[in-house]
C-alpha cells in the first residue's frame, strides 16, 4: 500500500441521514482487506470509533507478518521457526533491521559495529547508583533507556538513513549491557563489562551472572536457549509496546526516548508480563497433585482461577513459537537436570493439558510463555528480570519499527480523535455560589496556616500527596487534575 497508489476498489458507507461517502478498499500483500478511511473525517466529519485499536491498522509495515488463523509468523517473509532454528541473534537482528539476511561480509561487519557499542558512557553508570536496591529492573530500565537520548541527541537527523542506522546499531549493541546493568543494580552486586570474544546471548549471561571474585562458565546449551528466546520475542507485528513507539516517534523525538517509551508499556502486565503470571500461577498450584482441582476450576466458567500460558489471541491454531520453545525448554531441563518442584509441576501440567480434550478441543496449547517462563526459571533468571528479557529481544523490533517509521515520506503525527461523553459548555459558577460549606469548617487555601510538609512521603501538599492531615481537623483529600495537551 502507498500513499500514492490509485485504489482499484471502493466500498460506500451510508450514513442515517442518507448520506453516503465512498471509502477505497485496499489489499496487502497477504490478501487482507483495509477500508482506507483517512479521508473520512475530513471530507464528513465522521470518525470511526475503535478502543484498542482491534479493527484498526495504524500503519503499513514490511518487517513482521502474522497469520493467525494457521499460525503463521514471519520476520521480513522468513518463518520464525526456521530463523530461530538455522539462525542466531545475529542474523535477526541484520534481517529486521536492514531487510535482508546478512552474507558473510556483511556479518562479519555488523558483528563489528554492534561489539563497537556494546559499552556505555561512564557517566550514564552513575543512573545506576541513584536506585535503590529493591528498585524494580525495569523501572531502572526506563530511566537508563531514556537517558541515551541524553548522551546521543546532538546532530541526529532521523531523516537521515545513516544516522537512523547509528541509533539502531546503538540500540542493538547497548541493551543487554543496560540489561545487566540494571540486574546488577537491583542485586547489589558490582557491574560486569562486556566482552568481545562473546556472542550476543552469552555476553548476557556472563554480564548478569559473573562475579569479580571467581570465573564464570558459560554453557552453550544455556547461551543458545536464551538466544532462541530473544529471537523469538525480537518483533510481533503492531503490539502495545511496537505501537508505542511508533506513537512517540511520530512526534520526532530522540529515538532512545521513543525506545524507552515501548519499555514502559511492555512492563505492563496486560502485556509483558505474561510469563511471570504463569510462575506465579505455578507457586499458586503448589504441587503436581493439585493439578486436577486447578484444571477443573479453570474449565469452570464461573471460577476465577485461570490457567496462565495456555492459548494466544492473535493465533486460532498453535503459536508457531511454541513448538521451537517447547523442544527448547525440554532439552535445557534435560541438560542441566535440574531438581525443582516447580519445574516438575510445569510439565506434568503440560502433559496433562496436552493430553485433555476440553483444552484439545479450544486449541488451548501452552504458547511461548508458558515455555521461556519455566526456561527463565531454569537459567537462574529471577522473576522481577522476566520482561527485562522480555525488553532486550524486543527491543530490535521496536527500533526496527521506529527506523521504518522515521523513514517514510509522508510525516504524520499520530493525534487519535475521541468520541467526547462529557458535559458539554457551562458557565463557571463563582465560589460563593457553589455551596458545600463555610471557609471556617477547618479547610484552609494553599499559603494558610493548617497544612504543612512533615517530610514523610505523601505527607504535604509540595510533595503532590494524595493526602493533607491536620491534628484534630478535617482530613483534607487533594485530587490533582492531568490535562492532555494534543
Known sequence: MTDGAPPCEAATITFPDGRTVKVPVLHDAAGATFLDVRRLFPDTGVCTFDPGFNSTASCASTITFIDGQNGRLLYRGYPIEDLAEHGDMVDCAHLLLRGSLPTRAQRLAFIGEARNHRLVHENLIRFFHGFNHDAHPMAIMVGVVGALSAFYNDG?????????????????????????MAYKTAHGQPIVYPRDDLNFAENFLYMMFALPTRPYALDPVAARCLEVILMLHADHEQNASTSTVRIAGSSQANPFACIAAGVASLWGPAHGGANEAVLHMLEEIGSVENIPACVAKAKDKADPFRLMGFGHRLYKTTDPRAKLMRDMCHKLLGHLKIEDPLLDLAMELERVALSDEYFIKRKLYPNVDFYSGICFRALGIPVNMFTVVFAVGRSIGWISQWSEMAAESVERISRPRQMYEGEMERRFVPLEERGGGSD????????????????????????GAGNVEAPGKLLLEVHVAHVGHA
Not at 442 to 461: F, L, P, Q, S, V
Open 156 to 180: 541526529m537527523d532521523i531523516r537521515d538513513q545513516a544516522h537512523r542506522d547509528k541509533a539502531a546499531i546503538r540500540v542493538f549493541g547497548k541493551m543487554t549491557t543496560l540489561a545487566a
Open 440 to 463: 471556617d469548617d477547618g479547610a484552609r487555601e494553599d499559603g494558610e496556616e493548617g497544612a504543612k510538609d512533615d517530610g514523610k512521603e505523601g505527607g504535604g501538599i509540595g510533595r
